[in-house]
């Protein structure tokens, strides 16, 4: 089972997602790496008292179980998988190497990886969950905003093809120019009677 399968089985049960919610399947890539608190581990007195032998079986049966999620519990075949020799398996899958991991038909399985793999993903489906709200929620009030902006708009008259008309009907020309340029301007819009002659 790859790690994007472990995902689907574990947001599946653990998130209850609202109904107006319309979740996307999407192939993820699988969790390239995990955090290694060495403190941790030299904090554990099964991890201080294995040998160094134990310690290199224990590291690699980690490294097999990040990626496969699950490694076979008896030896032969752990061997196999490993690709080690039978009897340095057997001779270091000890009580205290064994003690990191459980066992569970026929498997080994990282409880401790497992719950962070599990932890970190749920992270990643919250920010992405949080994200599309935030997303939604954006183009809402962007649409709100739209809306609200176009309907306070005053409609234009029927006669006026855009405002500009209306301010030009306003002010006159004949208040801006001098009486030589009206005189003019009346001429040539034909406003103006004919001057008796002299």
């Known amino acids: 089972m790859s790690n994007s399968q472990f995902h689907e089985e574990i947001t599946s049960t653990s998130v209850d997602q609202p109904t107006n919610i319309t979740v996307r399947k999407v192939t993820k890539r699988d969790l390239p790496a995990y955090l290694d608190y060495a403190a941790d581990h030299l904090a554990n007195f099964n991890y201080r008292l294995m040998e160094l032998s134990e310690r290199g079986l224990w590291d690699t049966m980690r490294k097999e179980c990040w990626v496969n999620n699950k490694i076979p519990s008896k030896a032969d075949q752990l061997a196999k998988i490993l690709n080690l020799p039978v009897d340095i398996v057997k001779n270091n899958l000890t009580d205290r190497v064994r003690s990191f991991f459980s066992e569970k038909s026929g498997f080994f399985y990282c409880t401790e990886l497992d719950n962070y793999k599990a932890m970190t ?21 962007i649409r709100e905003a739209k809306g609200s902006l176009e309907g306070t708009l005053k409609p234009l008259n029927r006669n006026e093809v855009n405002r500009d008309e209306e301010k030009r009907r306003e002010s006159p020309r004949s208040e801006e120019m001098s009486p030589e340029n009206q005189e003019w301007v009346d001429a040539f819009e034909g406003k103006k009677n004919e001057s008796p002659k002299k």
């Open 121 to 141: 993903l749920n992270r990643r489906d919250a920010m992405a969950l949080g994200g599309a709200r935030g997303g939604r929620k954006t183009q809402h009030d």
